[in-house]
Structure formats: C-alpha cells, structure tokens
C-alpha cells in the first residue's frame, strides 16, 4: 500500500515538474479576437508540445484590473499586453528585451524602452474614424471623399438629419460613451484622442505634452468641443448612455445609423452579424480647415515577463505568430486584424480592415496618444463628462470648462 | 497511553483543544489578520500595486481622501442613502413575507423555496440580468404603452437609480432573511399564541405584541447582516450600474450610484492608487464597525427572554 501510494506521488511530481516547463499563459485584452488566439495557441501547443494558456480580460470589462488581479495573485503571466507608456511604466520592472528576436526585422511598430531597445510585439495595427454606410449616403447624394473638415460634416448631417423618415434612421450617429456600460473608452480615451493629434504629424507631440502639463491649446480645444457637440447632437442619447458595444453595433448594422463611432478590430462581429452593405471610414475632421487622415497606430504590444524563466518559449511563441503561415492566417483570417509586419502578405477581406489598410498604405494616418494619459483619466475622469454632455446635462460651454478642469487637475 | 505521553488526562483533554483550534486560527491569521495588518501599513506608503517599492508618505492618503476627493465624499453619501432605504425594504419585505410562509396559505413550502431561490444567484449574473431588465425591457414596454416613466432606463437617471439598486437587491435577497424569520417564528411556543387566541387577540395585535417582541433575537441579526450587506455591497453595484450614470455635484463631476466598495476598487486598480485604496478601506473598515457595534447594541437591549 505504502509503496502504491509513493508511486502516485512520486508520478504527481514529474506531471507537475513536466507541465510546469512548459506552460505559457498570457494575459492579453482583444475579447474579439479571444476564440481566435485561443484556437492558435491550441494548434501551436499541439505542434510544438508547448502549453499556451490564454486569460482575456477586456471589452466591457476591464483588463488592466485583470493584469494587476493576476500579478497579486501569484501567478504572474509570462506574456501580457501594454497599451503604451503608462503600462510600460508600470511593469518595466518584469519586461524582458527581446532585440535579437526573430520577429523585430519585419516591423517598424515595435515598442522601443527609452533607451531604444525592443521591448513589446506589436499586436497588429488597428485604425478608426468615423465609419460610414456607403448606401445611406449615395441615397442621400454625399460623397464621402468631402469629408474632411467640419462644415463638410454639418452639412452632410443635416441633409441625413432632414431625410431620416426616408433612409429610416433612428439617428445620424452610432454612439455608445456609458459610464454604466463601461463604454467611456471609446469618449474619453478614442473620441478624445482626436483632439491630441489629429492634423498633426505622426512625432509631433506636442498637444499630448502639454495635457500633461495641463495646459490646452485654446484655439484648438474649441474646435475640438464644437466638434464633439455636433456628434453629440446627432446621436442617439439613450443609446449612448444605455448602450452596449453590441447594441451600438446593432443600430449601424441594421442600417439605423449611417456613422459609426468605432475602429476596425469590430469586425469579427460585422461579419458574424452578416452585414452585407459597403462601409469605410471618413476622417475625424473636427477642424475648418482640412483633414484627410484617419487614427492608426499599434494598440498594444506583447511584452515578456523576465522574471518567470520562460523568456525562450515565449519569444518562439511571438515568433511563430508573425513569422510562420500558420501564424499569418491567424492574424489575418481568423483574428481579422491587420498584421503590423512587413513579411505578411494576406490581405484582409473584412471591410473595416480593409478600409484601414488603404487609409495606411495611402500614408494618411495620424497616431495614438491616449494611452500616454495618466491610469484611469481618461476612461474615469473624462468618460463622465462626455456622458453628461450626451444626456444633456451640459452644454457645449459646460463641457468645454470641465474637461479644460480636468485636465488642468493632472498637473496638481 | 497516559505514561507514555508523561501527560495527565487534562492536559491531554487541553492539547486536543488546541490542536483542534489550529486549522482554523491558523487559516483565519493568514487570510484575514495579516492582511488587515499589512493593508493598513500599505494606507501609509505611495504604493501602487505593482512596483517592489513603497514609500512611507505617512498620513498623506488620509488627507487627501478628506479634502480633495470628491468622489469618495459622494460614494460615502450615496452608500449611506442606499444602506438605509435598503435595510427598511428588506426586511420590512422578509418579514411581511415570513408572515405569509408561516400562515395557513396553499402551497407554503413552495413560496418558501421560491422566495428563497434569489439568493441563489450570483450577483454579477443576477445584475447583468437586471441591468437587460432595466435598460432594454422596461423601456421597451414603457415605449409600446406611451408611458413616459416607463420609457427611460432607471439605472442611467441619478434620482432613480439607488432606487433600482434597492429594488435588485431586496429581491435578491429578502427571502433569505425571511428563512430567518421564518425559523424564529417556527420556534415560538405554540401555546403562547393559543393563549392569545383564546383572549381574544385579532392577527394584528398577535404580530405587534407577541411575535415581535418575541423575535427580537431574530430582528438584531436581520439587522446586522441587511445592514452590513448594504454597506459593503459590490457585486450587484458592478454589474447592474457600474457606478454610474455620471453626474454634476456642485462643480464636481462624480459617479452617482458608485458605493465605497467600488470606488475602493477603482482607486487601487483603476487609478493605480493602491495605497489610497487601502486608505479608503482602513477609513470604511472603521465606519462599518462603529455602526454596526450600535446596532448590535440598541437591539440587544430589545430583546426579552421567555
């Protein structure tokens, strides 16, 4: 019996000592692109006889709570995602280098320490404007290609506005900012992000400076507010302030809206929704004078955890991804996102995507520098104000002293 | 046995007691002494919740929770209205509903179980049900019935929305305190009551001067638990409201239905502002104690012995 037993145990040992080698687990924040990465990681596990273990945390939910969740407890993962400066800051103490990795000669999106090593794997490139249906707008007589400042937009909306009965629209724009939904990213970090580099060049930071210094360009700000203003006459409030992500998906989908106030990684749930009419992006031209670009960038990067001894199979890993074909399929095909790297050459076929693809092989881009924010402002502080703007408790002048407050509270 | 071990019947009788006491202090030192003993070193340091260091800032948290936070101010205000209103609401609801279980009515054991089986229910799955309730169902039948109250979601209106939050969570959890009331009326003597039929006592004055004052034992735990579950309520806050809508306190713009428990939350992990978490923890630990001790107290004084 004794000798039974110290069999069993000593056979527990080796199972556990085995699975303990191989196991990689990562944290990472894309729910759309969950199923995706999780049926990859299976056929690399069962290829390479690695372990890859995938926890999504995101969407709705927050993933940066995930992380740190994951971190206290123990079990720190030896792949996870930051969004930019502020996660890169947080963790630089478990981030590994990666400058010999095979994967880095294929991109130029990698994100680099200050001292200009390479440090996270680009998860892909993601872009977004202001989504529109190209059928609603050729009822209503509107080239697309003249929206690229302001009053293009104004006018555009009102003519929509005037013939809603007609082309059955419930509202001119699909917008969801909720605090309730926990939507207030998609105001206070994307809608926001136009204020801080739209018009400008990719390096120029300048206007994210001095938010953090907590000083706004007058001038630009204004125009920025009026901007705002206009998308918050034309949406549906109640929508904004009650609805989900899918909810908001469903009224552009269903041909209720004719813009929509998301970015391409919405694509999976387009295609599952089996939306079958033509859609690109339009600019966030919030100025008079003209804009011709959309915000593409980068939104995360995997970096390595060096404090888990699993550097190796978790670089093999990131290198699988972008320098195999299995690994191109996966990011074209399956996770629908369009692929940071030089050496892929798919072409994806969803319309977002797609439409994001043009906007960056044309060279018409302006970056991301939300995430260069302070934790929890923009979705926490700004996200609120938006919402009150939508649901009427301010107005314009209202809003514009408020996020002006706020931001000026960063620099306290 | 007793030479062996050099040890005499009652020492022995003591070791077993010991040993028998040690998984369980053991396991309460560790998840809730030493915790509760570093959470309150870490209220005093600027740690953020990841980086190996922290720094001793001494009562800077403190301070700074009490004079330029806003939020925590609202969240204390809003916890407090929610925790009032919802003490009353349940357990004026488990004891109507006790009364009604433990009457002659049809069917008893089955309102029993039924009351009850709310309580089984996650509260984050229970407020995503909820949250679809308020948001798309009840404005979906206000709108096809022209009612204009109806029409608008209650959990995104800051006047109705602790409102919505006490409706959710009486009936989650109303009928588990109404299995309290209903053990202590089971445990009431039957001849009592008979006595006071036979004088001629109507069901009303039967409830007001022999059930009540007879289940005070049973009022101060109802209490106790409805009035500490209130306070420390997190889950059904998360998932049904998340805190908002968003509103505009004099100059501030605040969270309106976002409870201390939340907002605890947010600040550590949201706003990366571990330390001030746990201040904000170490300041709700004592509030919750201090009332909860009063409550405890005021009701003990109430209760009669048979």
Redesign the interface.
């Known amino acids: 019996m004794k000798k039974i037993l110290a069999i069993v145990l000593a056979m527990v040992m080796v199972l556990g000592a085995v699975s303990a080698m191989a196991d990689i687990t990562i944290v990472q924040n894309k729910v759309e692109i969950d199923a995706a990465l999780q049926e990859y990681a299976a056929a690399y596990s069962a290829k390479t006889g690695a372990n890859v273990k995938v926890i999504t945390g995101g969407g709705s939910s927050d993933y940066n709570t995930v992380l740190k969740a994951e971190f206290a407890s123990g079990s720190e993962p030896d792949i996870f995602v930051i969004e930019g400066p502020s996660g890169y800051e947080l963790y630089k103490e478990k981030i590994a280098t990666m400058n010999d990795a095979e994967w880095v000669q294929y991109t130029a999106a990698a994100y680099l320490d200050p001292n200009g090593d390479v440090v996270g794997f680009p998860v892909s490139v993601e872009g977004y404007g202001l989504a529109y249906n190209k059928d609603i707008l050729d009822k209503a007589g509107i080239d697309p290609a003249t929206l690229v400042n302001v009053d293009a937009y104004k006018a555009a909306f009102e003519k929509l506005d005037s013939m809603k009965a007609e082309l059955g629209l419930d509202a001119i724009v699909a917008m969801a900012g909720g605090t309730a939904t926990g939507m207030t990213w998609t105001t206070g970090l994307h809608n926001f992000n136009v204020y801080l580099t739209v018009g400008l060049d990719r390096n120029d930071t300048s206007i994210i400076d001095k938010v953090l210094a907590g000083e706004v360009d007058e001038e630009r700000f204004h125009q920025y507010c009026e901007y705002v203003a206009l998308l918050m006459q034309y949406c549906d409030p109640d929508l904004f302030v009650n609805g989900t992500q899918d909810m908001q998906l469903a009224s552009f989908a269903n041909g209720k809206t004719a813009f929509y106030h998301q970015g391409n990684w919405m694509d999976p749930n387009i295609v599952a929704l089996g939306v079958d009419f033509p859609m690109a992006y339009a600019p966030h031209a919030f100025m008079h004078e003209d804009t011709d670009g959309i915000l593409v960038n980068p939104p995360s990067w995997y970096v390595v955890n060096k404090t888990t001894g699993n550097y190796d199979e978790a670089v093999a890993f990131l290198n699988s991804i972008a320098c195999t074909e299995e690994g191109h399929d996966y990011m074209v095909n399956k996770a629908a996102m369009v692929p940071a790297f030089t050496n892929v050459e798919i072409a994806p076929a969803t319309p977002l995507s797609k439409s994001v693809m043009e906007w960056n092989a044309a060279g018409k881009t302006y970056s991301w520098q939300q995430y260069k924010l302070p934790d929890g402002f923009g979705m926490g502080t700004l996200g609120p104000i938006y919402e009150l703007l939508a649901n009427g408790t301010l107005d314009e002048a209202g809003f514009e002293a408020m996020v002006k407050a706020a931001i000026a509270g960063i620099a306290k | 046995m007793n030479e062996r071990s050099g040890l005499s019947s009652k020492q022995r009788r003591k070791l077993t007691e010991f040993l028998f006491l040690v998984p369980t202090v053991l396991a309460f030192i560790m998840v809730i002494i030493i915790p509760f003993i570093y959470g309150i070193y870490y209220s005093f340091t600027d740690w953020?919740?990841?980086?190996?260091s922290a720094n001793f800032i001494g009562l800077s948290n403190y301070k700074e929770i009490f004079t330029n936070d806003p939020q925590f101010l609202r969240s204390f205000l809003v916890t407090t209205e929610f925790t009032l209103f919802n003490v009353i609401a349940v357990n004026v609801v488990s004891f109507l509903l006790s009364l009604l279980v433990t009457s002659q009515v049809k069917g008893k054991n089955f309102y029993r179980a039924a009351y009850f089986v709310p309580n089984l229910i996650g509260g984050i799955v229970l407020g995503s049900i909820w949250?679809f309730v308020f948001?798309n169902i009840l404005?979906g039948i206000g709108k096809s019935l022209g009612w204009a109250f109806l029409s608008?979601?209650f959990?995104?209106n800051a006047n109705t929305v602790i409102g919505a939050l006490v409706t959710v969570n009486t009936w989650q959890y109303a009928g588990y305190i109404m299995m309290i009331y209903v053990a202590s009326i089971q445990g009431i003597s039957r001849s009592v009551l008979e006595a006071a039929e036979v004088d001629g006592a109507t069901y009303p004055t039967v409830v007001r001067h022999i059930l009540m004052p007879l289940m005070a034992n049973a009022f101060t735990i109802s209490l106790f638990l409805t009035l500490t579950n209130s306070f420390k309520m997190y889950d059904v806050n998360l998932a049904l409201?998340?805190?908002?809508?968003?509103?505009?306190v004099g100059?501030n713009?605040?969270?309106m239905s976002e409870f201390l428990a939340l907002n605890i939350?947010?600040t550590a992990?949201?706003?990366?502002k571990m330390a001030q978490g746990q201040a904000k923890a170490v300041v709700f630990f004592v509030i919750l104690m201090v009332v909860s001790l009063i409550q405890v107290s005021y009701n003990k004084s109430k209760e009669v012995e048979m």
Do not use: R
């Not at chain 2, 953020?48 to 190996?52: A, E, I, L, P, R």
């Not at chain 2, 409201?241 to 505009?248: E, I, K, S, V």
């Open positions: 953020n919740g990841v980086s190996t949250q948001a404005p608008k979601s959990i995104t409201t998340n805190g908002g809508p968003a509103g505009l100059t713009i605040v969270n939350y947010n992990f949201k706003y990366s």
